[in-house]
């Protein structure tokens, strides 16, 4: 009895002891004491979701929600490519691949392209209302050609030789251009896709330089042991609202952390004569959530999308969780797929992995008033809003409709780019786990996944020269956030 009673007061200790540490830890770095997933419109009446009896069937599968895969997935062909080595001299070598943009008006197009896609002779990259973008392997070409003719299903070849544009997508910078970068103190460019020691050598500079303004935390690391930074834009104001904005979840959308590290530029260097919306937010920005994808992509394979945490089943490994399918928030639903070799794998369990981990937790722990949630994907052209789980939205959704049609106008209004506005369930496909939803679904008021450039003739292989007009015209459509955040 008198053991029994001891281990009680022992237990009771330990737990007094444990919270006490938890709760001591400085504002801002206090981590959640459990990692159970909130989810706040599940159990709250007030905030139901409206859901949308839709007519038409989701005939158009787009972008990254195209790679949705039936209950057949667990069958899926063991001869998948699984792992490609990490050293930088074996690269993964596209020449000879295509890129095809099929038309859908064809009612059996989506039933070849999944029994295609199973064969693995082909891979599905993005599209439109009226067209799938698809990547035809090289030795593939004749056969994918001849199911495509027999079917009378109508395609065009976008890009002849993949490897070819690969090679001519990022060339080195011009000597001017290198001996500004060494003058400068960082080596970041717009003309250039560069490296994440570049990112975060550029990130460090601006909190160096303006230390008033800007400050550099490191919120975690990544699988690989890299820092996932974010950097802080602000002037201190109690009373300022907070805006998140990320880049670089899929590894291989290199325009993403390319436009998110133009508007850090933009706001660090002018501060002074930045607008007062600008100035009256709190601004946290993580260019690349998954450095370890966008090294591969750089070193070893130019089209890997997922982080690089090698993932267990009992009969295979695979390398690779979809970030952008682990958040927590009707995690493991439609749009996701629970084979680790899967480019939609929505890993293990929700917040499985450690860069969707680390961002969660720091906005969780967080005690900014994150008023609007940002994370910039590639390719398409859209601008959407929750949810993406199912098609259904949020009970606010005219809010964000409206909110978003204003960003899209200004973005037009730059230099005629158009980009469609809609609920990402609705406008393209279901797909849970996704950031945007478990940012929503926090209570993070604007919740927005924006699709940058272009609609398809580059894809996620788009040229440097893109770089800068396609981040100017994104800063515009920001600003009418920032101007609407600011108001409230
Ligand atoms: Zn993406």
Redesign the pocket.
């Known amino acids: 009895m008198e053991t029994w009673s001891r281990t009680v007061v022992l237990l009771l200790v330990i737990t007094v002891t444990c919270s006490a540490l938890i709760n001591e830890l400085p504002p801002g770095k206090e981590w959640p004491a459990n990692n159970s997933v909130k989810q706040p419109f599940d159990d709250d009446p007030e905030t139901t979701t409206i859901l949308i009896l839709s007519e038409k069937e989701p005939s158009n599968p787009i972008a990254?929600h195209l790679e949705v895969e039936g209950p057949e997935e667990t069958i899926i062909d063991a001869s998948l490519p699984v792992l490609r080595s990490t050293s930088p001299e074996s690269r993964v070598d596209y020449t000879g691949a295509q890129i095809w943009k099929v038309s859908t008006q064809n009612t059996n197009v989506r039933g070849v392209i999944y029994r295609l896609r199973r064969r693995n002779l082909i891979s599905t990259w993005g599209g439109n209302q009226s067209s799938i973008d698809i990547l035809v392997k090289s030795n593939a070409v004749n056969n994918v050609t001849r199911v495509f003719k027999r079917e009378r299903i109508p395609i065009e070849v976008v890009i002849e030789d993949l490897q070819q544009r690969i090679n001519e997508e990022n060339p080195p910078l011009d000597p001017n251009e290198v001996e500004l970068q060494n003058r400068r103190g960082h080596r970041m460019t717009w003309k250039q896709y560069h490296r994440v020691e570049d990112i975060h050598g550029f990130m460090d500079y601006l909190a160096k330089t303006y230390p008033k303004i800007v400050s550099v935390n490191s919120i975690g690391k990544s699988y690989e042991g890299r820092d996932l930074k974010v950097l802080r834009i602000s002037d201190g104001k109690p009373t300022n609202k907070a805006v998140f904005i990320d880049g670089g979840?899929?590894a291989r959308?290199w325009i993403s952390p390319a436009t998110v590290t133009y508007f850090i530029n933009q706001f660090a260097e002018n501060f002074d004569v930045e607008t007062d919306d600008i100035k009256n937010i709190d601004w946290y920005f993580l260019p690349v959530v998954n450095p370890d994808g966008y090294e591969h992509t750089h070193q070893s394979d130019r089209l890997w999308r997922k982080n690089k945490k090698p993932s267990r089943t009992t009969s295979r490994t695979c390398i690779g969780t979809d970030l952008?399918r682990n958040f927590g928030y009707r995690w493991g639903g439609k749009g996701s797929s629970g084979n680790p070799c899967s480019e939609i794998y929505r890993g293990s369990s929700a917040f499985s992995e450690p860069e969707s981990k680390a961002l969660s937790d720091f906005i969780k722990s967080s005690s900014a008033n994150f008023t609007a949630y940002i994370t910039y994907?590639?390719y398409g052209q859209y601008l959407l809003y929750p949810w993406g789980y199912d098609n259904a939205v949020p009970p606010d959704y005219k809010d964000l409709d409206e909110l978003g049609n204003r960003m899209a106008s200004a973005i037009r209004q730059t230099r005629g780019s158009s980009y469609q506005v809609g609920s990402s369930s609705g406008l393209l496909y279901p797909a849970s786990g996704g950031s945007d939803d478990w940012a929503k679904g926090q209570g993070i008021r604007y919740s927005f996944t924006i699709e940058l450039s272009d609609t398809g003739r580059y894809g996620f292989i788009l040229p440097t020269s893109f770089i800068e007009p396609v981040a100017r015209e994104s800063l515009n459509g920001l600003r009418v956030l920032a101007a609407q955040v600011a108001k409230l």
């Open positions: 990254e979840i899929h959308e952008n994907h590639s």
